[in-house]
């Protein structure tokens, strides 16, 4: 719609700020209707226009022949840094900790709207002050105006009760009204009953008497009586209606979490007025937008007030936006909104929902209270606030039209407001005040009775503070069963469109299919669930598709897409692909891979490690318990001779605390565990495929050495240097008492190493390397080396470390080997891949 339309939100908060003031200053009985149009022909966006529409509005009516008791001057104060700002910029608002509205006439206060982040009574004290004299100012060029451009009063007549009139209705009805007023056992709807059951005694007693001028009148004139009474008893005595003192807070009664399955709940009861609060929490796109002259363009908090017509039990139709509940609902928004945590700490979208079960006075105020309990139900970690309503009863010198007396009333009831001349909301924490709605009926109040006020409206808060405290005094903690959930990953533009999809198909699958909801910005991908178990499900699906950074020790879920007889490949995170080796399929010995997993398989594997070329490998075995048989049978350091090895990708880089320099290590991850599994290999073989690619690729020497032994049990000729004990090489290797060797074959090992006994040093050979790294494996090292695969053209040897070799057969070697052969080799060559190439040494 390009039109205008319906006043939305924002325009019937403005024409309450500019109504507010105005009407208390008509004469009393002129009840002819009046309209004030005030439209924004043009905004620089600089300033709040409404301010300047209110005083537009006084300067109309002092233009037209209205009877109206103008003119009022309109300012807004702000403070930056403790220094008050008059009419600042939307700029400066933005920076201020004080937004006051202040609308008054020469002498007095007309009308004040406050939204402020904690600021002291003292404070406010202070601004209030500074707005009155600048205030002020508006009011003489309008009064010039009026005097060179404005029409002449037109006589109106006025609708006024005589003195006959009310004498009459007095006489039948005072005695009986002052007796419902001074009983306090009467609840609201009983003392309305009872009223309106006077009512009709007087109508029927006028009937009888034909008196028809006073019928006309009769319900104006009960009620100047009831408010004569009334105001009578609470001055000259100090006692309201239902026997409270004036400084005194009705019963308080309030529970929070009252609905479990919602994000948050209270229930808050002050005397018969009641509220039911709730507290739902969204994504951050779902903030609503705003369609504003000035001002943000979304808002993230929203506050809804209801007031049914049962609450009041009336029977009435709900249409359309109310100018009172957007009032009182925005008023309860900005007392809350004060002491939310910054949208940096708290990305939430949040929208309280105030429903007001019974009414009998100041259910804005019983919505702050409850609203701040329901957010903190919510787990929102924030300050309680409070809000209490003040009023004011007082006695008026008819000649001078001075205040000669007066009552300030704490926490009123709706016949108090309606009876009493104001209705002073002030809202705010045990640190200051928040917000403040100040509606007065006479045609104004002295600034020095409003600023007493505040003083009464503090105790009063702390008192309700105290009552809430008690019920819910820390934010809730999360649980599964219904707190809301939200991650937040970064991810480059190019991967967010290819998580939304064409015309954000795939994003909205993604929803229906979860139930989450996701929001993309620039480079920011937000993900917001009801609970931990779709918000799972949404990020299960958004790594698939887009996949996130490779964590060792993270866990993923993929599918295998094939089986080979040395272990599967599975697609994860986004369609990247990694190595599940045979020998992480089990705890147990696997002699076929197929019968562990199969191609279309789900599995949830964890990242043990990724090598210098990026290949990732995973394991199935880690994300499974481990038999308590094998934790006791399995020696550190050892490669047992019937098992596969633990970790075929196992480290060889000298990485201090056994992580992977090259992934980081995920939050929930202990260091040192697993810590073999976590570093970067230097040189390894991938897989048994790739060997036959090599040999096939590089070809057999015909020139190779003698014939390979079948065991290290055969003694060497050669010359190995002294290790300092036999038990010393046996603990620094990975040659261990269990292996096949026997004990003849031991002796001879140890021999052919060390020496005889005697210390014949001729028998020394070169150095064999007890622990292999990538530093220490050059041509010509030595190694006690392991058979772990036999191949039809050589022997995969373990050298230790990690590391696997490579040993060819000569044409007519013999090839009766089993794995678990042990052998002592030495480093020929390399591959082109870095493989080593090894050879036997000779006897």
Request: hydrophobic letters at 35%; one cysteine or more; glycine letters at 8%.
């Amino acid at each position: 719609m390009r039109r205008e339309g319906a006043p939305k939100e924002r325009e019937l908060l403005v024409g309450r700020i500019i109504d507010r003031p105005i009407r208390p200053l008509f004469p009393a009985g002129f009840y002819h209707e009046v309209q004030v149009m005030a439209s924004v022909l043009s905004s620089d966006g600089k300033q709040d226009p409404d301010i300047m529409a209110a005083n537009a509005t006084s300067a109309a009516l002092m233009l037209s022949d209205i009877p109206w008791g103008g003119p009022i001057g309109m300012i807004r104060i702000g403070r930056i840094c403790g220094q008050f700002i008059v009419n600042p910029t939307m700029d400066e608002l933005s920076l201020s900790d004080l937004n006051l509205v202040y609308a008054c006439t020469r002498e007095k206060t007309l009308m004040i709207d406050v939204q402020a982040r904690e600021i002291s009574e003292k404070d406010l004290e202070a601004g209030l002050r500074l707005a009155h004299p600048e205030a002020v100012k508006y009011l003489e060029p309008q009064i010039r105006l009026a005097e060179k451009a404005g029409k002449q009063k037109k006589e109106y007549k006025l609708s006024m009760i005589s003195e006959q009139t009310l004498e009459k209705v007095s006489n039948l009805a005072e005695a009986r009204i002052e007796a419902v007023f001074t009983d306090p056992s009467y609840g609201k709807f009983q003392r309305g009953e009872a009223l309106d059951k006077i009512g009709q005694d007087v109508k029927k007693a006028l009937e009888e008497e034909c008196d028809e001028e006073s019928l006309q009148v009769l319900p104006k004139a009960v009620d100047t009586v009831r408010k004569r009474v009334i105001r009578k008893r609470i001055i000259a005595e100090g006692v309201r209606v239902d026997g409270r003192q004036l400084d005194e807070v009705r019963p308080i009664y309030c529970e929070s979490g009252n609905l479990p399955i919602l994000h948050g709940s209270s229930l808050f009861s002050r005397g018969d007025t009641q509220v039911l609060c709730t507290v739902t929490l969204g994504a951050p796109a779902e903030a609503q937008r705003l369609e504003s002259l000035v001002g943000p363009p979304t808002k993230r908090f929203m506050l809804h007030y209801s007031f049914p017509p049962f609450c009041i039990n009336e029977v009435g139709k709900r249409v359309g936006l109310n100018r009172r509940e957007v009032g009182h609902g925005t008023l309860a928004e900005k007392a809350l909104l004060a002491v939310l945590p910054p949208e940096n700490d708290f990305p939430y979208t949040v929208r309280v929902n105030s429903e007001v079960m019974a009414s009998d006075g100041s259910t804005s105020m019983a919505t702050v209270c409850g609203g701040s309990m329901a957010l903190m139900d919510a787990g929102i970690p924030l300050q309680h606030v409070a809000g209490v309503s003040v009023g004011l009863v007082s006695e008026v010198d008819p000649s001078t039209g001075e205040i000669k007396d007066y009552r300030i009333l704490t926490d009123i009831l709706g016949l108090e407001d309606h009876l009493g001349d104001m209705d002073f909301k002030i809202a705010g924490t045990r640190i200051g005040v928040t917000a403040i709605q100040l509606d007065i009926k006479p045609a104004g109040i002295p600034l020095d009775i409003i600023c007493e006020c505040l003083e009464h409206a503090h105790k009063g808060r702390l008192q309700i503070l105290d009552h809430m405290e008690r019920e819910i005094s820390a934010p809730r903690t999360q649980d599964d069963r219904n707190s809301p959930r939200l991650a937040t990953l970064k991810y480059d533009n190019d991967t967010l469109r290819r998580l939304i999809g064409p015309l954000g198909a795939l994003k909205r699958k993604i929803e229906e299919e979860t139930g989450g909801r996701i929001s993309v910005s620039d480079g920011t991908l937000t993900v917001v669930a009801k609970n931990q178990s779709v918000m799972e499900k949404v990020l299960e699906k958004v790594d698939f598709i887009i996949g996130r950074e490779i964590e060792v020790g993270g866990i993923y879920k993929g599918v295998v897409t094939s089986v080979k007889e040395y272990g599967a490949f599975v697609e994860f995170n986004g369609g990247q692909q990694g190595l599940l080796h045979v020998s992480e399929l089990s705890h147990e010995p696997v002699s076929r891979v197929s019968d562990v997993v199969s191609v279309g398989q789900q599995l949830s594997l964890r990242c043990i490690g990724q090598d210098v070329r990026g290949n990732i490998k995973l394991s199935l075995k880690a994300v499974s318990p481990r038999p308590e048989a094998d934790v006791k049978g399995v020696v550190e350091g050892s490669v047992p001779v019937n098992k596969q090895a633990t970790d075929v990708w196992a480290s060889v880089g000298d990485v201090s605390n056994g992580q992977n320099p090259e992934l980081p290590m995920r939050k929930n991850e202990t260091p040192g565990v697993n810590s073999s599994t976590s570093s970067t290999p230097a040189v390894l073989i991938r897989s048994a495929a790739e060997c036959d690619e090599e040999e096939k690729a590089s070809g057999f020497s015909q020139s190779s050495k003698s014939t390979l032994k079948s065991t290290l049990a055969s003694k060497s000729n050669s010359k190995p240097k002294k290790f300092t004990s036999q038990s010393d090489f046996f603990s620094s290797t990975n040659i261990q008492k269990s292996t096949s060797f026997s004990q003849r074959e031991r002796e001879e090992l140890a021999e052919c190493l060390f020496g005889t006994e005697d210390g014949d040093e001729d028998n020394k050979g070169t150095r064999v390397e007890a622990i292999v790294s990538a530093k220490n494996l050059k041509l010509g090292t030595k190694v006690a080396a392991k058979v772990y695969q036999v191949r039809a053209r050589g022997l995969v040897l373990d050298l230790g470390g990690g590391i696997r070799g490579m040993y060819r057969f000569e044409n007519n070697e013999k090839k009766d080997f089993v794995v678990g052969d042990e052998l002592l080799v030495k480093c020929s060559s390399f591959t082109g891949k870095g493989i080593p190439v090894v050879s036997l040494v000779d006897s």
